[in-house]
């Protein structure tokens, strides 16, 4: 890491401890960013670096709820407005008992430089809490919604600051949040939260558009090979709504996805992943992957614990959680033949893998690039809701494609202008970096 730049990254570590996927996320950007700066001085002398790793406002409350026992519950709720430069702060709400602030932040901080790379006019922001959803019913996770929005609702708005999903977060939960904010602010701004249903405002492809997205992202890295999906074989990770969507669009190219995960096992199915099977278990009936197997039949196997990443395919998907794929399963993913890796979750490769993938000549797709289709297609909402307009799946489809074709071609033009071609890492961390400096630059010191 350049010395001017280590200095920094050294006193954000101090300022911040022990929140380690905050530090892993900055220590990641910086390690690009030497180029930059013998390029852009005015970035170190205007204290840019600085003033991008603390957020500007954090936001953390108490979230107290009641079961249907009624017994009561009080869990933590966090907003991190971390960067407002190009737009409202934009990011999704993780529901999960492993979110705490480190988390939140890191989030937070990628999402400052996704947003920037869609060309979207958005800042970066996130948010969640350490509920569990899991085994909850509708009417708890309901209550739980509305006590959050409670709190949060005075921090957002669609000029402010405008929440979508994450993990834990889906449709049904924005639902609730978004009634709560309806009933306390007596105003139907649909433009407040994306990810919305189809009915009360929200947008055709949005389901769709990280799984597609990473898809799409991957695409145009095998073209620069001469490859394509067609023929390929895939293993995904994670069987939510981004792995499910990146699965149906890897399969509609000609790919067989043979693996997917949760977190109790796996399954590996040679005949491809029966993406309708896989919907109904997974997105109506909640359940485990265990249910896929049992109604496939012997053609399917199901371990129990283990890695996916065990299972030999040439384009790996993860798309389940930051820090899933470590040194070890990189390595023998590319000991196994892997041509082309693309994150469709946030960080879910160490930076020991990421560092044997690159060593080793594979594609290289990081999520703040290859999973922007969401938080694109979010954006989009928002521009469907400003308008009172909706548009069809295959206009905002298209859109979402030219989005996703955008975001490789700056990522790979940026890598080949500052010396490194074919490093998508650096192409995306300097491609998000530079345009969210020169606004910060522009707008004076805030």
């Not at 899933?324 to 196994?336: I, M, P, R, Y």
């Not at 955008?406 to 998000?432: F, K, M, Q, S, W």
Request: glycine share 12%; charged share 20%; proline share 4%.
């Amino acid at each position: 890491m350049d010395s001017r730049l280590e200095a920094v990254r050294d006193t954000v570590l101090a300022r911040n401890p022990g929140e380690l996927e905050f530090h892993q996320a900055v220590t990641e950007v910086f390690e690009s960013l030497g180029p930059v700066h013998d390029r852009h001085p005015e970035f170190l002398e205007g204290a840019v670096l600085e003033r991008l790793c603390e957020p500007e406002r954090q936001i953390i409350f108490r979230v107290p709820w009641t079961d249907d026992s009624g017994r009561v519950h009080v869990n933590r709720g966090f907003r991190v407005e971390f960067n407002s430069a190009l737009g409202p702060y934009k990011g999704g709400l993780r529901f999960h008992p492993s979110v705490y602030l480190g988390i939140v932040k890191f989030l937070g901080f990628e999402q400052i430089f996704k947003n920037a790379l869609t060309g979207m006019p958005i800042g970066g922001g996130k948010g969640g809490s350490d509920f569990d959803p899991r085994g909850r019913s509708d009417a708890e996770i309901m209550r739980f919604c509305q006590s959050f929005m409670t709190e949060l609702y005075r921090h957002i708005g669609e000029y402010t600051d405008v929440p979508a999903g994450d993990i834990g977060v889906g449709g049904r939960e924005i639902g609730y949040l978004f009634g709560q904010y309806k009933r306390i602010t007596n105003r139907y701004e649909s433009g407040v939260l994306t990810g919305k249903g189809m009915s009360w405002g929200g947008s055709l492809v949005r389901p769709e558009a990280t799984g597609f997205g990473t898809v799409i992202f991957a695409e145009e890295m095998l073209k620069t090979r001469g490859q394509s999906f067609d023929g390929q074989r895939v293993v995904v990770s994670g069987s939510g709504n981004v792995a499910i969507y990146a699965i149906a669009k890897a399969q509609a190219l000609g790919a067989t996805v043979v693996a997917c995960s949760d977190s109790a096992g796996y399954i590996v199915d040679e005949a491809g992943i029966d993406v309708p099977l896989l919907r109904q278990i997974k997105e109506v009936e909640r359940a485990r992957l265990t249910e896929y197997a049992a109604r496939r039949g012997s053609s399917v196997s199901y371990v129990a614990g283990g890695s996916v990443w065990d299972v030999n395919g040439t384009v790996a998907l993860p798309c389940a959680t930051q820090n899933e794929l470590d040194g070890d399963a990189a390595a023998k993913l590319v000991s196994n033949g892997l041509v082309a890796i693309a994150e469709g979750a946030n960080m879910p490769s160490t930076r020991e893998a990421v560092s044997v993938f690159q060593e080793a000549g594979v594609l290289f797709g990081p999520g703040k690039a290859a999973n922007a289709g969401g938080v694109a297609t979010s954006a989009l909402e928002m521009q469907q809701n400003a308008s009172r307009d909706s548009w069809s799946f295959e206009h905002t489809e298209a859109r979402l494609t030219e989005i996703m074709v955008g975001i490789h071609d700056r990522c790979a033009a940026t890598a080949e202008e500052y010396g490194a071609p074919g490093n998508y890492v650096l192409g995306a961390n300097i491609g998000g970096f530079v345009k969210v400096a020169d606004a910060m630059l522009a707008q004076g010191l805030i």
